[in-house]
């Protein structure tokens, strides 16, 4: 009889063919969601990005659920989370770096006006200026200083910005000026010249970038959203964009990924778009996170960031 844990995989559509060479090589026994029939009593372990409703609740057996992203609100948003069952969030410094990598990139965009060159070059014209903004009066505000949220601060300071940044709990980062809590929230906001979301998708950050929060940013600012669809009103942003309040927007989640091509948001001309690809979490790098995390739980210990079912992330 096979003595081996068993691991379902629920793989977010093509994406599966990424990590089932690699997981079948794993000492675990590989069951493929939507492929493979399977006893749901037999099920010890799962990995997953957001899990049909109702699926892992009836997985009665189950010993502990992965998360193929940091981020874990496609498993508890619809409060049917079993949640005797811990649950393991995926924290590697390769999402880190690569997302700071982005995040630095977008700033950078917009603050050497990039896009507008070009514009410029698509009509041969020669758009040579000073930038009308130093480097030293561009501040930027970071919403979220987790895992992410604090590699990306301290890369943007590299740079020569003023970085400041909004989480719930005070942090100590020299070079990173820190407000915490709702009380602080919109004296963080009177200051950000450029808002980069990097907040857990929970029942308190979903919508938060609305009409009020882009009200209190300073008149030309610019917001990047590489956190979660959700945590953006669209209609909100559209309208602080046509008013001419906000001077942009980068975009790489939306509330309904794909983005439908009859959204608004891909011909908006204040509006960058990307596909999700801020920082991917890299197969095999999610793979030895699940394999080391089922051997610990199969030892009778807990992996690291299990996540705080009351905080939601
Ligand atoms: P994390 O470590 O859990 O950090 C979340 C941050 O949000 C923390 O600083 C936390 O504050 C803050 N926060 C949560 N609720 C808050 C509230 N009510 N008020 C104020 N602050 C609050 O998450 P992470 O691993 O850095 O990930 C950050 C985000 O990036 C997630 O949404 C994730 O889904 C997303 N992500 C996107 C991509 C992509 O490709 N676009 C890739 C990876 C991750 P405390 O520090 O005080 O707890």
């Known amino acids: 009889m096979d003595k081996r844990p068993t691991l379902l995989l629920i793989a977010p559509g093509k994406w599966g063919t990424l990590w089932?060479?690699?997981?079948q090589a794993g000492p675990i026994r590989l069951v493929v969601h939507g492929r493979d029939a399977y006893a749901t009593d037999a099920i010890d372990y799962a990995l997953s990005f957001r899990p049909p409703p109702g699926l892992l609740k009836s997985l009665r057996n189950l010993k502990g659920v992965f998360s193929l992203g940091a981020g874990v609100d496609g498993f508890l948003e619809n409060g049917d989370y079993p949640e005797r069952v811990p649950l393991v969030r995926f924290v590697d410094e390769t999402l880190a770096v690569e997302m700071a990598q982005f995040v630095v990139m977008q700033v950078l965009i917009h603050h050497r006006r990039q896009r507008l060159f070009d514009a410029a070059q698509a009509q041969k014209k020669w758009a040579q200026m000073v930038l009308p903004r130093r480097t030293e009066d561009t501040r930027v505000g970071l919403l979220g200083l987790g895992e992410i949220g604090l590699l990306c601060a301290e890369r943007i300071a590299d740079h020569g910005f003023p970085v400041s940044g909004w989480s719930r709990t005070r942090k100590a980062a020299p070079r990173v000026t820190s407000f915490a809590g709702d009380d602080e929230r919109d004296a963080f906001l009177g200051q950000a010249d450029i808002l980069v979301c990097l907040l857990s998708l929970t029942r308190h950050t979903k919508g938060i970038l609305n009409a009020g929060t882009f009200a209190a940013m300073p008149a030309?600012?610019?917001?990047?959203?590489?956190?979660?669809?959700?945590?953006?009103?669209?209609?909100?942003?559209?309208?602080?964009l046509d008013s001419g309040h906000l001077s942009g927007a980068l975009l790489d989640v939306f509330e309904t990924e794909p983005l439908p091509p009859t959204s608004p948001?891909?011909?908006?001309?204040k509006i960058a778009v990307t596909p999700h690809v801020a920082a991917i979490s890299q197969p095999g790098v999610v793979v030895k996170f699940a394999l080391d995390g089922i051997a610990a739980f199969e030892r009778g210990e807990r992996p690291d960031n299990i996540v705080d079912v009351k905080t939601a992330y």
Do not use: M, Q, T
């Open 265 to 269: 948001l891909w011909s908006h001309p």
């Open 20 to 23: 089932i060479d690699k997981l």
């Open 220 to 240: 030309g600012a610019f917001v990047i959203n590489v956190a979660r669809g959700g945590h953006l009103v669209e209609a909100d942003l559209v309208a602080a």
